[in-house]
């Protein structure tokens, strides 16, 4: 019992758009003891995901579905329970999952979540607690007649991401909400409790209704960041009833219940604590140990996401980013691209590469690609706003595969360097995070763009991670032992300085360049300035005069 009291175990699990992850630490001795990760097209066929998302009906519409996120987790806690650890000592759970996306559940689920039948496999009897069986996902851009109305019902977007941190966003759930509420009155009116993706999966671990946090409650479009709880404004803006159907808002430390019956039970783990979870970029920020202002963090994830902690929640005046809350109690600015590993695999796939031959041909490009711009708007883009998709090409030939490649690549940095100067951050250091850190070449983009020291780190999946770090957080502060965020993600989520990319400071000075010309193609691309070819097509001339930049 000493042993079990005094080297617990914290599990942070990480349900993102393609897949769920879990990572077991060892607090004391700040090591990562189980690692593991299931995608959900493969791990789960019958459901017929592709990369998580259900077949599309139209461009802008994204669902996924709650069913399956639900067998994922059952699935995983199988692994954990057969992980070989001395699982007694799993002090707490909490989680990590992607934002905006929500789950709709009658009013059989509250008693039912509590008595679930350990027998039995939980997608099947999470099904019939549904009052819609599928779940509208960050990737979901069908929502601009709804984003209007509530902008107008709220008193104007100023007003809106004043108190919400954000303008509409055609993703964020509140217009998600509103678009159910209009096409399936019946089914919204049948909808006991709206969870987050996040609140949705502790309540299944806690067998109870689970809060919400203010980081993934400030993805909604429903909550006051100044306050931490619905911005009723907004709430009643959005849909009738809308108030009793929303969990509470807590903070991200606080405990969601214990884990239920069923689990114990089905896979023998222990009555561990859940603690609330949070959304995928706000467990980042600790899982990358972004615990001070000043530094960012990059996430090349499905999406590529800019992100660095804030004292003050300071709004974006351009009505690019975001203001959400972060678990430490302050705030988190970011900027969201929807085109990110999205992108780059449709260009590696149209040339028919692996990755390795995506990185040679990076390898073999020269930086600023001879001044040839390619905008990679394959799905309707976040940042800046595009809501009909496609592609842009100045100066680049449509069968240059390598120019192709560093076109996307380049464009894609560029975009987050200059979308991001509303943060305010003078950028020195950057932490890179996602599937596509792993791509060196990429990352060497990235140090030269920003013209800023890149780090990588040892656990690649920051938000499991910080997931991981919450738990223990939370289960200490539950405890009366509160630990510090310095303490608690020192020796965890600190980069690798042997995995440092440096800034080349002749290649940041192609990019400042190149960005004058980038920021040209995007105006004109979305209809706002001249077409830019002919300066793109004298730089190249000067380019290769000079015998490349
Ligand atoms: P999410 O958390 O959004 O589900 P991940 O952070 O796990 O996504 O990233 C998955 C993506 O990482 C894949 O879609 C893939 O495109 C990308 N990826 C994996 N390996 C590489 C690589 N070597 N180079 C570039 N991208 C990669
Ligand atoms: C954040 C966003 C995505 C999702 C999926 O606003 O839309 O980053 O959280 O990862």
Known sequence: MFHALNMPYYLGLDSSTQSLTAIIIDADERRVVFESSLAF??????????????????????????????????????????????????????????????????????????????????????????SRAVSPIWMDSSTAEECAEITSATGGAERLSRHTGS?????????????????????????????????FLASLLAG???????????????????????????????APGLASKLPAVRPAFSIAGTLSPYWQQRHRLPAAQV???????????????????????ISLGTSDV???????PRVDATGTGHVFGAPTGDFMGLTVFKNGSIARERVRDMFGMSWPEFSHALDATPPGNIGRIFLPWFEPEITPPVSTPGVHRYGLAEGDAPGHVR???????MALARHSRWMGVEVDTIYATGGASANVQILQVMADVFGADVYR??????????????????????AGAPIPWD?????????????????????HDVYIDLMRVHAACEAHALGNGPDPTPWVQELAARSQELGGW
């Open 407 to 413: 076109g996307v690549v380049e464009a894609q940095l």
């Open 306 to 312: 800019i992100f660095g902690l804030m004292r003050e």
């Open 167 to 199: 303008r509409a966003f055609e993703r964020f759930t509140g217009p998600q909400i509103r678009k159910f509420y209009k096409g399936e009155p019946e089914a919204y009116h049948a909808t006991a409790r709206i969870h987050l993706v996040s609140s």
């Open 275 to 297: 603690i609330t979870w949070s959304g995928d970029n706000p467990c980042s920020l600790i899982g990358t140990g972004l615990v001070r202002e000043g530094r960012v963090a």
């Open 457 to 478: 780190f040892e656990v690649g999946n920051s938000a499991a991670l910080g997931a991981a770090l919450r738990a223990w957080h939370g289960e200490r502060h539950a």
């Open 208 to 238: 109870r209704d689970a809060p919400v946090d203010p980081g993934d409650g400030s993805g909604m479009n429903l909550m006051d960041l100044a306050t931490g709880d619905w911005w009723s404004p907004a709430v009643e803006g959005t």
């Open 41 to 130: 097209d493969e791990a789960l066929p019958q459901y017929g995901t592709d990369h998580g998302v259900l077949p599309r009906s139209a461009p802008d519409v994204a669902l996924s579905s709650p069913v399956m996120w639900a067998d994922a987790l059952d699935q995983m806690m199988g692994r954990v329970a057969a992980s070989g650890l001395d699982l007694p000592r799993l002090a707490a759970i909490s989680g990590s999952a992607q934002q905006h996306g929500s789950v709709y559940l009658n009013a059989s689920a509250s008693a039912a979540l509590a008595s679930l039948d350990p027998a039995q496999p939980l997608g099947g009897q999470i099904a019939p607690l549904l």
């Open 487 to 507: 303490d608690v993600v020192s020796g965890f989520a600190e980069p690798v300085g042997a995995r440092r990319l440096r800034s080349r400071g002749a290649l």
